[in-house]
T-cell receptor, first 112, second 115 residues
């Protein structure tokens, strides 16, 4: 499974944008880039995913580099409720199903 | 809308005792189902997944087993718990039909402490 590299932790101020980077230099042409986040004592929550083009949804934006070797999750205005561990995961349909292989993620702290 | 339930929410069990954790999904048919474990301070580890009734794939050799007796029911079991089985157990489901673009939806989890 292709691996991703993320900073262990980042800090942001409330109501400011946050850019969470992810490197995936060994990504294959059919790997989708997924982002999930996990709030304390909860299960992970889907945030966004993309393949080649930038993506936007109500939670965040995903900017994908042209060579697809890196991506950035953008939270446009961080709130205290965005404090969580953010996971960048590559998903490829393999065998019978898609599998999420979680790394250690980025712990985002949001300061008021 | 779809919902996923897990119970119990918390569990404290002695070493050597059996375990049964249950996960059920509502509002969808023939989902893919997954069991993950998160040890304290660690990332999530995929334990089992199932693409249909009676079909179980194990990702990691361990002291646990899984079963899927009904379409939307997934059970995680152990005959004899070890201390190392302590952790946060999460069940998830997905549609399973979108290659590479499948989204997984997680339940609230069961926090298991083995003493």
């Amino acid at each position: 499974d292709a691996k991703t590299t993320q900073p262990n932790s980042m800090e942001s101020n409330e109501e400011e944008p946050v850019h969470l980077p992810c490197n995936h230099s060994t990504i294959s042409g059919t790997d989708y880039i997924h982002w999930y986040r996990q709030l304390p004592s909860q299960g992970p929550e889907y945030v966004i995913h993309g393949l080649t083009s930038n993506v936007n949804n109500r939670m965040a934006s995903l900017a994908i580099a042209e060579d697809r070797k890196s991506s950035t999750l953008i939270l446009h205005r961080a709130t205290l409720r965005d404090a969580a561990v953010y996971y960048c995961i590559l998903m490829n349909y393999g065998g019978a199903t898609n599998k999420l292989i979680f790394g250690t993620g980025t712990l985002l702290a949001v300061q008021p | 809308s779809q919902t996923i339930h897990q119970w119990p929410a918390t569990l404290v069990q002695p070493v050597g005792s059996p375990l049964s954790l249950e996960c059920t999904v509502e509002g969808t048919s023939n989902p893919n189902l997954y069991w993950y474990r998160q040890a304290a301070g660690r990332g999530l580890q995929l334990l089992f997944y199932s693409v249909g009734i009676g079909q179980i794939s194990s990702e990691v050799p361990q002291n646990l087993s899984a079963s899927r007796p009904q379409d939307r029911q997934f059970i995680l079991s152990s005959k004899k718990l070890l201390l190392s089985d302590s952790g946060f157990y999460l069940c998830a489901w997905s549609v399973g039909s979108l290659a590479g673009a499948d989204t997984q939806y997680f339940g609230p989890g069961t926090r298991l402490t083995v003493l």
